[in-house]
């Protein structure tokens, strides 16, 4: 069968956080590198979708491309290797210091690839500057001030908004990490992954290494945004709220319940209390299993 158990997929995400734990610096950041700009790609590809059907659904069916490169080659994501390094430090096959090691690097890694497409496509969409932004462009800059100053007129309510949509965001980002495994085959995978990834875009939610190119785009064009503005009202929040919903709500709850450990457990308990269900002087009929 293509079907991966759930149990087998927890083991493969820690057998796959050991090794990222271990990976080379050189090979992080250019792992990293190469899904920034692979994400860049797909952002600008949504954005450019949506404008030209006027219905913003297609460009999240879209989106899903720089995901589904990143996951078949097996690069590096920050937010998705906030659950699966957690997986693999809770199985024990990973340090707490192997843990941050990946995330630091991968994190700049990312950012490194974002900013290097994020300049590439400005010099394309200006004419190196010539020229004023076409409507992608323009767009562009409206998402980058949305993402921020949009923010930042709300206060302290801003921040609130902006963190739970961080959280919804890579929520679904790591559960199509997780559901890529459930599939053996190259078309199940990129179907498993696609169905989560588009339910984050289609929704608006925050996704970090997403605005670490479409923030910086947007100021190379002319967003009314500071680099405080892009770091304070966006990039830190919105990366811990990946770190808090990628490790806790996935990576911890999963190894919770789908460890090699966790299951063993559950069928000692199982196995424990069947005999006495059955010896039970008030049970009329057999337990059938």
């Avoid at 949509?165 to 459930?182: A, D, E, F, Q, R």
């Avoid at 199940?188 to 997403?210: N, R, Y």
């Avoid at 090699?260 to 069928?267: L, M």
Wanted: hydrophobic share 55%; net charge neutral.
């Amino acid at each position: 069968m293509d079907y991966v158990k759930p149990a087998q997929v927890v083991e493969s995400l820690a057998s796959a956080g050991e090794m990222k734990s271990k990976l080379p610096v050189r090979h992080l950041l250019l792992r990293g590198a190469l899904s920034g700009a692979f994400l860049g790609f797909a952002t600008s590809l949504a954005i450019t979708a949506s404008i030209q059907t006027g219905i913003p659904l297609v460009g999240a069916i879209v989106f899903p491309v720089g995901f589904v490169m990143i996951v078949l080659f097996g690069l590096e994501l920050v937010t998705g290797n906030f659950a699966v390094l957690t997986i693999a430090n809770l199985c024990g096959r990973a340090t707490g210091k192997g843990v941050w090691r990946n995330w630091a690097w991968v994190f700049l890694g990312n950012l490194l690839g974002s900013l290097f497409y994020a300049g590439l496509l400005f010099v394309v969409l200006t004419s190196a500057g010539a020229v004023e932004p076409n409507a992608l462009g323009q767009k562009v800059i409206a998402i980058a001030e949305a993402k921020t100053l949009g923010y930042k007129s709300l206060g302290t309510q801003g921040l609130f908004t902006m963190f739970a949509k961080g959280m919804l965001c890579n929520w679904m980002v790591c559960m199509g990490v997780l559901m890529s495994v459930t599939a053996k085959s190259v078309t199940g995978k990129i179907v498993a992954a696609w169905l989560p990834i588009t339910t984050f875009f289609a929704q608006g939610f925050e996704h970090s290494v997403v605005n670490m190119f479409v923030i910086p785009t947007g100021m190379m064009m002319g967003a009314k945004v500071t680099v405080a503005d892009w770091w304070l009202w966006n990039q830190v929040p919105v990366t811990l709220a990946n770190l808090v919903s990628g490790a806790l709500f996935v990576g911890a709850m999963f190894h919770a319940t789908y460890s090699e450990k966790r299951a063993s457990e559950a069928v000692a308990t199982v196995e424990e209390f069947i005999p006495r269900l059955i010896d039970h002087d008030e049970l009329e009929q057999p337990v059938v299993t």
